[in-house]
């Protein structure tokens, strides 16, 4: 997981490099987001989750 207040090369946060493989990328975590991404990883996919808003 890649902390939000991680600075990356470009100093940006959340711009830190990570060398991961997923089988599924879910953009957004509304009502459809999160139920496409429990789905996929039921199935035994690996699954990155990326939410522009801060999780309190």
Do not use: C, N, Q, T
């Amino acid at each position: 997981m890649i902390s939000r207040d991680a600075a990356g090369p470009a100093g940006r946060p959340g711009s830190a490099p990570f060398d991961e493989a997923f089988d599924v990328v879910v953009v957004g975590y509304g009502f459809a987001g999160a139920i496409a991404a429990i789905e996929a990883h039921d199935a035994g996919a690996r699954v990155l989750l990326v939410e522009k808003m801060p999780f309190p």
